[in-house]
């Protein structure tokens, strides 16, 4: 009986050593899965620098996103890449300046979208195994199911194709606004609206449980607080903001149920959270903005930066940059270095382990490092562009800006003003110093028009004078 026990004994130990190492060989192949980082983006629609709590706002509270912002990096020379809604995401999710894929923005009957043979993030980081879903507001394309989130890289969508006011009375056409799964409309959403960022948030945290034991890239474009805005009833009247307080507090408690689902999923410890905006908010609104209940106050500030969505002012197209990934960025960090939202795609790439595609030349720059504070951020220039049109560049502490536009909506027959700014002293823009700096306003214009040059684009030309 000694020797059976004996034997059954080493057998029994010879079973558990192959188990033990066959579990253990799953474990590092597994391991080297779960230790891509998942990533999170969230994008609101129109909403300005100086609409959070640690961006300084005195009357919106959004506590979990400035805990983000405590508890990583807080940026506060962050920019997008176009200063209205198509060209900005095009940007961010191409790495590209959106002169190359969509300059301006597209509507309900437009038959353009992002060029099939270009690259987004979640196409490339399904080479590493990645799952990926869009949840909100698209606007990149809807005519074909190839320019659809799943039709680019995306595994899922859940959202609306463009912008919320794109129907009557804001926009005179007859195409309904379609809620999307994937490829297919699923219902019309006319002004019922107050659910969707509660929508958003509940399809997010049910991707995020659907796919906690792999990668997943998961991209959050809210729909708000771009016009017309609206919120459910839990959040009416919450802010000392007014209504549009109340819809960025409904933003921030959807990033806050985002972020537990992380934590609850075990999830959060290896997951890159990025917060930000893909323009300044929507000042100065056109005639047919103001109906429906529309209200001129209805929308966010850029702080103390001059301008607004649409124009190349700082207030257009710098916006609150918040980077999180825990025990990767240090906590606590404030950095006035320049970074765009163009910086995301090739930084993505180098921490999923995906190459770089050599057939495209991307404006992007890889930012891990700076992230990680190891090192200043690579950028020294940024070049801002409405349209096919380069009107500012800025480099370092300077800004150049030579354009018919001084607010939107200004007859390109007016002339053109050459403006230097020094970012570091006059962030607002007040003060031009081109005439005290000859030299840096040649500089900076001999950059503007070799940067034109190079990207088949333009710079803005004096008007001709009437015969």
Not at 129 to 154: I, Q
Request: glycine residues 10%; charged residues 20%.
């Amino acid at each position: 009986m000694r020797i059976l026990k004996k034997f059954t004994f080493k057998i029994g130990m010879a079973l558990l050593l192959i188990m033990s190492f066959s579990c253990s060989g799953c474990t590092e192949s597994n391991g080297d899965s779960v230790s891509k980082p998942n990533v999170i983006i969230f994008f609101a629609d129109d909403m300005g620098y100086g609409d959070l709590g640690c961006y300084g706002n005195p009357n919106i509270k959004t506590p979990h996103i400035d805990q983000l912002a405590t508890d990583g990096l807080r940026l506060t020379s962050f920019y997008v890449a176009g200063p209205v809604c198509t060209p900005s995401r095009a940007g961010l999710l191409s790495g590209r300046y959106p002169i190359y894929t969509l300059p301006g923005n597209i509507g309900p009957e437009s038959t353009k979208g992002f060029p099939t043979d270009e690259l987004i993030i979640p196409a490339l980081l399904k080479e590493a195994g990645y799952t990926s879903m869009a949840v909100g507001k698209w606007h990149l394309g809807h005519a074909t199911k190839e320019v659809l989130p799943t039709g680019l890289g995306f595994d899922q969508f859940y959202g609306l194709p463009y912008s919320n006011d794109m129907i009557k009375p804001w926009v005179e056409t007859e195409t309904p606004l379609q809620m999307y799964v994937d490829d297919q409309p699923v219902r019309t959403v006319n002004y019922d609206q107050e659910q969707l960022t509660t929508e958003y948030t509940s399809e997010a945290q049910t991707f995020i449980k659907e796919n906690q034991d792999k990668p997943f890239f998961l991209y959050v474009p809210y729909s708000m607080p771009h016009l017309p805005i609206s919120t459910s009833d839990e959040f009416k009247g919450r802010s000392k903001g007014g209504l549009y307080g109340d819809v960025i507090e409904h933003i921030d408690w959807s990033v806050g149920e985002i972020m537990h689902t992380l934590k609850e999923t075990g999830a959060l410890d290896n997951t890159l959270v990025i917060f930000t905006s893909d323009n300044g908010p929507w000042h100065e609104l056109p005639d047919r903005m103001l109906a429906r209940g529309v209200q001129p106050w209805h929308q966010g500030t850029a702080g103390a930066l001059k301008g607004s969505k649409a124009g190349t002012y700082e207030g257009g197209m710098r916006v609150p940059g918040i980077f999180y990934w825990k025990n990767k960025i240090p906590a606590g960090q404030v950095s006035s270095d320049i970074v765009t939202t163009m910086d995301i795609f090739p930084t993505l790439l180098e921490i999923s382990g995906v190459s770089k595609p050599s057939e495209k030349q991307f404006d992007g720059l890889n930012i891990l490092p700076f992230l990680q504070g190891e090192a200043p951020s690579p950028r020294n220039e940024f070049y801002y562009l409405r349209g096919r049109t380069v009107e500012a560049v800025r480099e370092g502490q300077w800004k150049l800006r030579y354009t018919h536009h001084r607010k939107v909506g200004v007859d390109e027959t007016a002339p053109i003003e050459v403006e230097l700014f020094n970012m570091n002293h006059d962030v607002s823009e007040k003060y031009n110093v081109a005439n005290q700096h000859p030299e840096i306003v040649q500089h900076l214009m001999d950059k503007l028009k070799a940067k034109a040059k190079e990207m088949n684009g333009r710079i803005c030309r004096p008007a001709k004078k009437k015969k």
